[in-house]
């Protein structure tokens, strides 16, 4: 036996299900209680609850993390500009630390001396889960039922028939689905061939660009100190604003991801995502950052940002580093105030306007009208000084 009472990362699926009386059948646990963070999801989370009661849990909780998941880790990642690979805002990615902490509160609230998620041995959550329990409280066993019973998608389904949890999953519908409120990640099926072109069942969030509106939705984000707080003039708490940004971006057949992407486990993946509401928000932001960061800075943040994704990513939400990471972001992000104005149509957002209070945008240097004021003789001096060592290299090679 490995633990008496045990809590439970649930989410209602196959295998979180299965997990339930595996943990109590196979290894001993006593008292499972199963946790269901509400991160947006959209489902009926009361079903949930009593989907893991029927299931053999001793106890099921509901907890609504959504405005700790936007203000704590969406806007955060936001602010970094995180994007992994160049391409994916880490939605799912984003929410494991967060379900971790909440596991942790849990498990030491109720006496628990061990907790259990339903990851798999190859993918990229069990390690999110692991280290971010790990640096939460080290003393905390964490069980991994999936990642040993050596069972089949097949065999799963069946184990967990014999305990009355019926399978979900249809043979039409062979997708594995994570959903949040910041976006969808699908993947299995026909999507495991890079080839094979996505079947339209598999997007809920966006529509297709066939079927979206043929005239342009412009949008206005207003931002402060690098975090969205209005849209098209309205103040609104970030749930709602993630919540209005999903749809209208989503009509607008923006947010779909299709990409083949590295594993930290080592194998390469194709994912679909749809984040509509990060696409944009990210967009606006790296907008807002060009108006009013200076050069060195914006050239020196890209680095950090690149090195944030991976933290993310790779399941270092609470390593040393992106702490530090988080102190120099915060410091960029004093001035990033402003509002963005986006025109998203047929599949795509572009930023058309943008302005700040504290934008680093001279019009008279920049223009070329007669209200120029850039003083076009000082150029001649710097191109020389700029230019000199370039010349006593190209002097000494001849």
Same mark, same amino acid.
């Given at each position: 036996?490995?633990? !008496? !009472?045990?809590?439970?990362?649930?989410?209602?699926?196959?295998?979180?299900?299965?997990?339930?009386?595996?943990?109590?059948?196979?290894?001993?646990?006593?008292?499972?209680?199963? &946790?269901?963070?509400? &991160?947006?999801?959209?489902?009926?989370?009361?079903?949930?609850?009593?989907?893991?009661?029927?299931? +053999?849990? =001793?106890?099921?909780?509901?907890?609504?993390?959504?405005?700790?998941?936007?203000?704590?880790?969406?806007?955060?990642? %936001?602010?970094?500009?995180? &994007?992994?690979?160049?391409?994916?805002?880490?939605?799912?990615?984003?929410?494991?630390?967060?379900?971790?902490?909440?596991?942790?509160?849990?498990?030491?609230?109720?006496?628990?001396?061990?907790?259990?998620?339903?990851?798999?041995? !190859?993918?990229?959550?069990?390690?999110?889960?692991?280290?971010?329990? +790990?640096?939460?409280?080290?003393?905390?066993?964490?069980?991994?039922? =999936?990642?040993?019973?050596?069972?089949?998608?097949?065999?799963?389904?069946?184990? @967990?028939?014999?305990?009355?949890?019926?399978?979900?999953?249809?043979?039409?519908?062979?997708?594995?689905?994570?959903?949040?409120?910041? @976006?969808?990640?699908?993947?299995?099926?026909?999507?495991? /061939?890079?080839?094979?072109?996505?079947?339209?069942?598999?997007?809920?969030?966006?529509?297709?660009?066939?079927?979206?509106?043929?005239?342009?939705?412009?949008?206005?984000?207003?931002?402060?100190? $690098?975090?969205?707080?209005? %849209?098209? @003039?309205? #103040?609104? #708490? +970030?749930?709602?604003?993630?919540?209005? %940004?999903?749809? &209208?971006?989503?009509?607008?057949?923006?947010?779909?991801?299709?990409?083949?992407?590295?594993?930290?486990?080592?194998?390469?993946?194709?994912?679909?995502?749809?984040?509509?509401? +990060?696409?944009?928000?990210?967009?606006?932001?790296?907008?807002?950052?060009?108006?009013?960061?200076?050069?060195?800075? #914006?050239?020196?943040?890209? @680095?950090?940002?690149?090195?944030?994704?991976?933290?993310?990513?790779?399941?270092?939400?609470?390593?040393?580093?992106?702490?530090?990471?988080? $102190?120099?972001?915060?410091?960029?992000?004093?001035?990033?105030?402003?509002?963005?104005?986006?025109?998203?149509?047929?599949?795509?957002?572009?930023?058309?306007?943008?302005?700040?209070?504290?934008?680093?945008? /001279?019009?008279?240097?920049?223009?070329?009208?007669?209200? /120029? #004021?850039?003083?076009?003789?000082?150029?001649?001096?710097?191109?020389?000084?700029?230019?000199?060592?370039?010349?006593?290299?190209?002097?000494?090679?001849?």
């Amino acid at each position: 036996m490995r633990a !008496k !009472k045990v809590v439970l990362a649930y989410s209602g699926g196959v295998d979180t299900s299965v997990c339930i009386p595996y943990l109590k059948h196979e290894w001993g646990v006593e008292q499972v209680v199963a &946790l269901a963070a509400d &991160l947006g999801q959209g489902e009926d989370l009361e079903a949930v609850r009593h989907k893991a009661l029927a299931s +053999g849990a =001793a106890q099921a909780i509901v907890q609504d993390a959504r405005e700790d998941f936007v203000y704590d880790y969406a806007f955060a990642a %936001l602010r970094a500009n995180a &994007l992994y690979e160049g391409r994916y805002p880490l939605a799912t990615a984003l929410a494991r630390p967060l379900i971790a902490r909440i596991l942790v509160k849990c498990a030491q609230a109720v006496g628990a001396d061990a907790v259990a998620h339903g990851c798999t041995g !190859k993918g990229n959550d069990q390690v999110r889960f692991d280290v971010s329990i +790990g640096a939460l409280d080290p003393k905390l066993k964490v069980l991994a039922p =999936a990642r040993e019973w050596g069972m089949s998608r097949e065999e799963t389904i069946a184990y @967990g028939e014999r305990y009355g949890i019926p399978a979900p999953v249809k043979k039409k519908s062979p997708y594995s689905i994570d959903f949040n409120l910041l @976006g969808r990640s699908v993947e299995c099926g026909v999507l495991e /061939d890079p080839w094979a072109e996505p079947p339209e069942e598999v997007y809920s969030m966006t529509r297709s660009v066939a079927d979206t509106p043929d005239q342009p939705t412009y949008i206005e984000l207003e931002f402060e100190r $690098g975090v969205p707080v209005a %849209l098209d @003039g309205t #103040s609104l #708490s +970030g749930v709602k604003l993630v919540g209005e %940004l999903n749809r &209208l971006a989503g009509e607008n057949g923006v947010g779909r991801i299709d990409m083949v992407e590295n594993r930290l486990v080592g194998i390469k993946s194709r994912e679909i995502y749809e984040c509509p509401a +990060g696409v944009v928000l990210i967009l606006a932001h790296q907008a807002l950052e060009a108006l009013t960061l200076p050069r060195e800075v #914006s050239t020196y943040k890209r @680095g950090v940002e690149d090195t944030y994704a991976q933290l993310v990513y790779n399941g270092l939400w609470y390593s040393p580093l992106r702490g530090a990471l988080d $102190g120099f972001i915060d410091f960029t992000q004093q001035r990033v105030s402003g509002i963005v104005r986006l025109r998203l149509h047929k599949g795509t957002a572009t930023v058309v306007g943008r302005k700040s209070p504290y934008s680093l945008y /001279d019009g008279d240097l920049a223009t070329y009208s007669e209200g /120029d #004021s850039f003083d076009h003789k000082a150029a001649e001096g710097f191109i020389y000084v700029w230019g000199l060592p370039t010349r006593i290299y190209a002097q000494v090679r001849r």
